[in-house]
């Protein structure tokens, strides 16, 4: 290609809403590239559902019509633009990852350099767990892909036996500095305030959170319990009624519901502690937890996906085992009884964000990715 020329680069996926990881990185990769003065032109096939998170992954009609069509538009993009690399986020379930064969299957045949990113932990149980064919379809779809991109070191072998090694590049996620634009307010309020932002699920630990408030409030009781989320579903927002009734701790519980940016920013000012109890499968290293970092926010958490190279037990925060919300009460008051601590953790959250954890140094290692796979 001309040293002149800008390469062109296809950048595959969703943008909000709905607000999650893939579609918030989605937008920051487009707008990031547009802006940036590099060697590549941006175009974007956007492949958000805009019903809602809880659509996402399931069979239905739409999703099927909203697949053939993205698949349809990705051939013409093809051969109208030329790109010289495709970017695409996979999935780590049949059905998705199915849908992901539209892109990836064509981008092979037509021998096109490719780059997927995955944005989760679960992808070597997927394909342990499918069946013969479908492994040989992902190996198929993903053994000839230019780079692999993982969240963190402890899952480089998530590919291991389908992509060779070489080609594997840990990127962990980064998202924009939003102190910059919003007023950091400092000083908390006469109650502490708790925070919970997350999809409000079982396997996001809503329900250990209200279980542990009993322990936190029989020793503080100027505290509040903030969740900010949609319910991924019925059952879990019943059980979760169900619990604050049984427990007498509605005065402790305020729930926002789904909030995006810039409003959401203001609830990680204004919380004391951060807190995302995780046992999702599927969980890679949530942004939430940046936002949490980007704020100094102390971090109660699980090791989930790879969130313990980011929170570092007693460093930054603390992970406290699944499904325990004894654990979670216990460190709640820790952090509550011991102002020093918190402050601590806060500098140390502050500093670590922006030295590992930036929009900047994101772009900057995706950019080198792409870069390598040019030069090759």
């Known amino acids: 290609m001309n040293s002149c020329m800008k390469a062109n680069i296809l950048v595959i996926g969703p943008t909000p809403p709905p607000y999650h990881g893939v579609s918030v990185v989605t937008e920051l990769i487009v707008k990031s590239l547009k802006n940036a003065d590099t060697r590549f032109s941006v175009i974007h096939l956007d492949t958000a559902d805009r019903r809602g998170p809880s659509n996402i992954g399931k069979l239905d009609l739409w999703n099927v019509l909203l697949a053939l069509y993205h698949g349809f538009y990705f051939l013409c993009l093809l051969a109208v633009k030329r790109p010289d690399v495709v970017y695409i986020p996979i999935s780590q379930a049949t059905l998705p990852f199915l849908r992901d064969c539209l892109f990836l299957i064509p981008a092979r045949l037509l021998r096109k350099r490719?780059?997927?990113?995955?944005?989760?932990?679960?992808?070597?149980?997927?394909?342990?767990?499918?069946?013969?064919?479908?492994?040989?379809?992902?190996?198929?779809?993903?053994?000839?892909?230019?780079?692999?991109?993982?969240?963190?070191?402890?899952?480089?072998?998530?590919?291991?036996?389908?992509?060779?090694?070489?080609?594997?590049?840990?990127?962990?996620?980064?998202?924009?500095?939003?102190?910059?634009?919003?007023?950091?307010?400092?000083?908390?309020?006469?109650?502490y305030k708790i925070l919970y932002l997350s999809t409000l699920s079982r396997e996001k630990g809503?329900?250990?959170?209200?279980?542990?408030?009993?322990?936190?409030?029989?020793?503080?009781?100027?505290?509040?319990f903030i969740f900010v989320g949609e319910w991924f579903r019925d059952k879990d927002r019943e059980e979760a009624m169900t619990l604050i009734k049984k427990l007498s701790i509605d005065p402790y519980v305020e729930f926002k519901g789904p909030i995006g940016p810039p409003h959401k920013y203001s609830f990680f000012q204004e919380a004391d502690i951060f807190i995302l109890p995780s046992y999702y499968d599927y969980e890679g290293q949530p942004l939430v937890i940046l936002e949490a970092m980007c704020a100094g926010l102390p971090?109660?958490?699980?090791?989930?996906?790879?969130?313990?190279?980011?929170?570092?037990?007693?460093?930054?925060?603390?992970?406290?085992p699944k499904r325990d919300p004894k654990a979670i009460g216990q460190k709640i008051l820790f952090l509550l009884e011991d102002s020093n601590l918190r402050k601590q953790i806060a500098q140390a959250n502050r500093?670590?964000?922006?030295?590992?954890?930036?929009?900047?140094?994101f772009i900057e290692d995706l950019v080198k990715v792409f870069e390598e796979v040019i030069q090759e």
């Open 206 to 224: 809503v329900l250990d959170v209200l279980q542990a408030i009993p322990l936190v409030i029989a020793k503080v009781q100027n505290v509040k």
């Open 351 to 361: 500093e670590k964000f922006l030295k590992y954890y930036s929009s900047e140094r």
């Open 299 to 320: 971090i109660i958490t699980t090791n989930a996906g790879c969130i313990a190279e980011t929170v570092v037990d007693g460093v930054n925060g603390f992970i406290v």
């Open 114 to 191: 490719v780059v997927v990113h995955l944005h989760g932990s679960y992808f070597r149980e997927f394909y342990r767990s499918t069946s013969g064919l479908m492994r040989w379809v992902i190996r198929y779809a993903l053994e000839r892909t230019r780079r692999v991109i993982v969240l963190g070191k402890t899952l480089a072998d998530l590919f291991k036996g389908i992509v060779p090694r070489d080609r594997l590049r840990v990127i962990p996620n980064g998202i924009e500095d939003y102190l910059k634009y919003c007023e950091y307010k400092g000083l908390k309020g006469n109650s």
